[in-house]
């Protein structure tokens, strides 16, 4: 899908060209596609006309009278519009930023006696995820609500969802329509990401680079673009801003708290990305622990708290020496990329392993291939024989079994003593024993509180494995999880997964003084372990007194005892509610898959809600606000009458809303498993059209043609003429209560 958007935005580029901009101006050259089939993906937010009618395409304010144009563009084309001023305010909160871009834009590239469909992109950072989106034109306005899936009738709705997609992973686009030739209208796009962290030092990468054929033409238009950037570390430390891509200048500074900010009048956008760098000024370890009573009509009315502990960038500070398992899926589906891209990451974590550390690899399928029969010093030896072992053992065959490779993988690292043991899990299916598997390795972490268990790692590539499996898999291991929805990304993310399991500082964590409470309630629930590759955060909610202080011990890598005080503060600058958001709705909905529990469904399905954050059980949709009601163009009288009849029935279609189709991540697919399906990643498929989907169903299996809400949807694709003589003829059967028999008929999602 990602190249056919590519291909369209080309072919729009190369239709602009037919508009006259007058005497002495011109919009900058566009650009030669690159030999990449994505070479036009948007970098930053965008917005394109959808142009089926190629003779649509001309200025709004004067007419070039180019030569009339014949046929249609299938696919449509889209032709980049453009921006009149952009505004983006990036609040970083411990590890989480919140983006909110406003731009305003202009369909400059259509007859202001016409109209045409607008689709918006959204490319979002690291781990991005979207939040909201706020449309507002002259006479009408979008917003974006969060509704619960409490019926399959709601499941199925959104599962036909074509509104809003993923091009590929973190590229979301949703089409909205019908605006006219010449309008300015705003988008407001909001959506969280995760800010990386590595050697004691915060790196944010915000996708703002716009390409040259967004710049308007005229030498009158303002161009005002701005950055507004807030940093809140919640520590009591100061904030330092190591490096930024744009000319931000300072507008207040704080203990743990920085804002900048950056406007101008500009004569071409923002052509980087922008990215930002800070520390929180402290060679040792720093943390606390922040304090914040619910909002109003929060649902859950415990106390909310959150505990920190940032690595900081000390080289003093040792590492635990590792006993590493990588268990690596090679079932059929893992065939070409995917296994290839594994090989490469796994031999580059293989050579960042230092002398004292051992390690084996057991590789699956249907079958286990064990590398060697005991734990391997990590030589150079060694790693080049393991190297071999993999060129000749990884091939893509058979099924998918983790039950038995991770049973092996638990013996082998029994004997593991003064050593952090680690399980590195990578895979890309699911398979029906999952909750055998989180139940098995949950009663031999609790069995074995007097040996330190393996810390597993799980890794998941493309949509057909179980994610929330993987998670809770990681939890109950105290370790972590991460994804490659991209198959390009999986050497990376792998790696760099690899390298926050292999920096442990601080293991065998415990938090005291949190005994006495009311209700208590911990995300995640198992303590993971402090790495220099991440920041260590631990949240809940509570009933009760909050002690001043709570004490965090554990044991260092030298084997000595390590032990901080952290001081509670009431926190009133950061809404922890919505910081904490994400991961509690994660945690909480990989609980509700193990224990297949309904309540913890809803209580999934309420926090989505209330805090606007996507989940399993719930949907964005996107809804229309007339704002004057009085200027809507009426309908036809045959055709009121039909909407009335089906109104009357129940049946009414919902057409003031679109859906956000493809935020969630489902629980892993079974069947494609088994039949070895390629990893699929995350964007859409191209639809079927109307007409042949119609001909397939129910009803035109019933008469060998088109249901009559089919006919009318597909009247958007003729001409006025017989736009007119179809919608009177389906006003006409509706008189005969055709229209319902067609409706109860037809399997279609035309309703």
Known sequence: MADQFSSSVEFGLNLSKRIYHGKGSAPAPVPAMSRSPEGHLPSAPMCYAVISEPETVDNPDIRSYQPYVLGRCEPPALIPL???????????????????????????????????????AIPMGEQGSLLGVEVDDSGRSYHTEFISLKDEKDKQKVAKAKDGYFLKSQIYTIKIPQFEGGSIFSVKIRWSQKILFHDGEFSLNIPFCFPSYTIPVGRKISKKEKIFLKVNSGAATEVLCKATSHPLKGLMRQAGKLSLSYEAEVQAWSST?????????????????????????????????????YPGNSQDRKVFKKDVVFIVDMSASMKGSPLENTKNALLASLSHLNAQDKFNIIAFSGEVYLMSPAMEAATEEAISNAAKWVDTTFNANGGTNIMLPLTQAMTLLRKSSDSVPLIFLVTDGAVEDEREICNFVKSYVTNGQSVRTPRIFTFGIGLYCNHYFLQMLAQIGRGHYDAAHDLDSIDFRMQRLFSTASSIIVADITIESLEGFDSLELFPTHIPDLSFGSPFIISGRYNGI???????????????NFVVDLKAKREKDMQLSNVLSKRHIDHVTAHAWLLESEELEEKVSKMSIQNKVPSEYTCMSM?????????????????????????????????????????SLGFGDLKATAENIPPAIKEAKPFEGLLEKAASNCCGRLVDTCCGM?????????????????????????????IKCCVELCECDCL
Not at 546 to 556: N, R
Not at 710 to 738: G, H, K, M, P, W
Request: charge should be negative; hydrophobic fraction near 40%.
């Open 82 to 120: 453009q921006l009149h001023g952009v505004a983006m305010e990036v609040e970083c909160c411990l590890d989480t930023a919140f983006v909110t871009v406003t731009g305003r834009w202009r369909v400059h590239c259509v007859t202001a006696s016409s109209a045409c469909d607008c689709q918006l």
């Open 623 to 663: 809804v229309l606000v007339q704002k004057d009601e009085g200027k809507k163009t009426p309908k036809p009288i045959l055709l009121q009458k039909a909407y009335s009849k089906l109104t009357l029935q129940g049946l009414e279609h919902d057409s003031q809303k679109l859906f956000f189709g493809g935020l």
């Open 273 to 309: 990305d922008f990215s930002f760098s800070y520390t929180v000024s402290s060679s040792d370890l720093v943390g606390g622990v922040l304090l914040q009573s619910p909002f109003l009509r929060d649902f859950d009315e415990r106390e909310i708290f959150c505990l920190y502990l």
């Open 710 to 738: 089919c006919l009318l949807r597909t009247c958007s694709f003729v001409n006025d003429q017989c736009t007119i003589v179809c919608t009177q003829l389906c006003a006409a059967l509706a008189c005969f209560e055709l």
């Open 546 to 560: 909050f002690p001043e202080s709570v004490k965090v011990t554990g044991t260092l890598a030298d084997m000595t």
